[in-house]
């Protein structure tokens, strides 16, 4: 029963999400006075459809996906109110709607993750723990962290990660905001830790954890609704670089396992899986990869500066190519976590 649950729950999960992102597609679409032939939830063969005024709604077979067939967005047409007839910046609108929707409803869930929470932990120094050798490199109570190795610090959650990215003897650099100022801190020191034959830092400070206002509700949700996205970047930049292989990568069978193991942690853990998630769509979309949103936003750009568009032509083979690409990418990602199942 609770595998059954938690399958529904990746479905709705996932089903929310592409609807979310195509709506903004949509609605964008038709705001800028473009054509739209279909809205279709699902990919394959088509299960339900309903003409409303020019627009057929669809369902179809997988759950993987769904898309808005916009005219002329494929292939020519002399309609007036083709995508291809439109100015770049609206095109440009209605391509990166999609992912601006996924991020909104990132926020929104962030929202709903921060109001339900009594106290938020800031980045602010409350204390030093006995013998802290953070507090003799000059940390004081009340400094605000703000940079770690030249990253900056959005949230609890962005430090807490900043930290563990660092080398257990690896070199700390900070910068606290103190007294409205921001201050230098190189080098702060740290004891190491050992256990189970494994080096750890002990900075020795405690975080500040605040009542929930206004405030707080504000700068919680959109720290840690950023902290999300770079995350993803993060990731993204570790698979780029090979400090983490194509085989750790999960299709959605690793995400239906996510999402069981974060059912047992309670509403929270599962809402915050589905910000992470929908966040993650939208950065991913964004990327310049033939068949995503990125994609067709550098091919809208190279029209702008060319003052002349990519031959449809040229765009269709790489768009399938890239297409053909991903779709290899998720069954090899699918397989793999099949066969981690077992």
């Not at 003897?169 to 606290?176: K, R």
């Amino acid at each position: 029963m609770s595998t059954v649950i938690t399958i529904l729950l990746t479905i709705l999960i996932f089903g929310i999400i592409i609807f979310i992102h195509e709506l903004g597609h949509f609605l964008v679409a038709k705001a800028c006075g473009i054509r739209v032939n279909e809205f279709s939830m699902g990919m394959g063969p088509t299960l339900l459809k309903r003409q409303k005024g020019e627009t057929q709604y669809s369902l179809r077979a997988f759950p993987i996906g769904g898309f808005v067939a916009m005219e002329g967005e494929e292939e020519d047409s002399e309609d007036e109110r083709a995508f291809n007839k439109k100015p770049v910046i609206k095109r440009v609108a209605v391509v990166l709607a999609g992912a601006i929707m996924n991020f909104i409803l990132g926020v929104l869930l962030m929202a709903i993750i921060t109001g339900a929470q009594g106290q938020i932990a800031t980045t602010r120094v409350s204390g030093f723990q006995e013998g802290s050798l953070a507090q003799q490199s000059g940390l004081q109570i009340g400094d605000e962290i703000v940079k770690v190795n030249g990253h900056g610090i959005v949230s609890n959650a962005d430090l807490r990660f900043q930290l563990s990215r660092i080398g257990a003897e690896e070199p700390i650099n900070m910068v606290v905001k103190r007294d409205g100022q921001k201050v230098k801190l190189d080098n702060v020191e740290y004891e190491i830790v050992e256990q189970n034959g494994q080096k750890s830092r002990k900075l020795g400070i405690d975080i500040a954890v605040e009542d929930l206002g206004p405030g707080n509700f504000i700068s919680s949700t959109i720290g840690n609704s950023v902290f999300y996205g770079k995350l993803v970047w993060a990731s993204l930049g570790d698979l780029v670089t090979g400090k983490v292989s194509v085989s750790e990568l999960s299709g959605p069978v690793g995400v239906a396992q996510a999402v069981g193991q974060a059912q047992s942690y309670g509403l929270l853990s599962v809402l915050s899986l589905f910000a992470f998630i929908t966040i993650n769509v939208g950065v991913f979309n964004l990327l310049p990869f033939p068949a995503l949103d990125g994609g067709q936003f550098v091919f809208l750009m190279i029209e702008a500066i060319r003052r002349k568009p990519v031959k449809q032509e040229i765009k269709g083979y790489i768009t399938f190519a890239g297409f053909a690409l991903l779709m290899l990418l998720m069954v090899f990602v699918t397989v793999k976590d099949i066969f981690r199942l077992f």
